[in-house]
């Protein structure tokens, strides 16, 4: 089996735009798993679906993501998917927030072991749909996953994506690398590792570490330096001024399309400036605070500008 570099699943970040572009410009990801989907007023929620089918989406594989509390909600995104023509659909059981958790979706669901076992009982009834689970080991609890892996370990899962975090610390603190093991061990299916992977050379550490894992997921790091897969597969990292030039030529991309489909400047700076949120590491503290505190277009421009100055 070819061993991926996967593009994780951000709420407000990746978005077909991130996509597109980043599948242009940077190398791209072998897959691009997508914000969650979510069931809304019985129905996959319009926005969702129009982004997954956006033709933005022309240049690069999309996994669509659903988070679900019951079978219910589960069949009915499921098969509203397969109507759009997607046969790989990525469960999201790992999601932190606590408006989702607390209504028994995303992480929630680890403490659902009935609904999984009902889930997992639907995928065997739906052998042409190609499933993946990402999770994370547990709530507040870090040993919740021992309930849930069994019953995951049934199912013919495409992958089992973990990143090995509790929910209840969202994206703080430290790996809980020791029970990433224990699932790396016990799972049925095949694992992809996900959590704070920023540079190239920790994507090799990962991969001698648990040669195992049939991938790697980057979701804050490919924010950060979005060249992160590409100097990977070319076995060196970029100097500092390139990973620059190619990180302000990635947000102009991703500016200036949303400068053509937002209505007015408030819109568009509440969209441009989260894409910086992780990089203050890469692009210094300064032209960070400059950008987070840009309040006009033309000043947030001036302020992408310095960084390359």
Known sequence: ???????????????????????????????????????????????????????LSDNHTAVPQIIFKDLDEFRTLT???????????????????PPQVNRGRGAGLLRR?????????????????????????????????????????????????????????QYSGDLEIRQFERILLTSANPVIFNGDITTPDQIDVIRTRYPEIIGIMVGRG??????????????????????????VAFHQYIFEYYDETLNGEVHLLQKMKPFWDYSEAIIGRRNWKAIKKSSSVPGYLAAVRNIII
């Open 1 to 55: 089996m070819d061993f991926k570099l996967i593009a994780a699943p951000m709420q407000g970040y990746t978005e077909a735009p991130f996509r597109h572009f980043h599948a242009r410009l940077s190398g791209g990801a072998d897959e691009y798993y997508t914000p969650f989907i979510r069931f809304e007023q019985g129905h996959a929620r319009p926005k969702d679906m129009r982004d997954l089918t956006s033709p």
């Open 79 to 97: 098969d509203e998917l397969v109507s759009a023509g997607f046969l790989r659909i990525d469960l999201n059981m790992g999601c932190p927030f």
């Open 113 to 169: 072991p009935d609904i999984i076992k009902q889930v997992v009982q639907e995928i065997h009834q739906r052998p042409e749909i190609s499933f993946s689970v990402k999770m994370r080991p547990g709530i507040d609890n870090i040993r919740d996953w021992e309930n849930i892996l069994p019953l995951l370990n049934v199912a013919k899962l495409a992958a089992l994506t973990v990143h090995p975090r509790l929910a209840a610390n």
């Open 222 to 247: 490919l924010l950060m330096r979005p060249s992160i897969f590409d100097e990977y597969r070319n076995g060196y990292e970029i100097e500092r001024a390139k990973l620059l030039l190619q990180l």
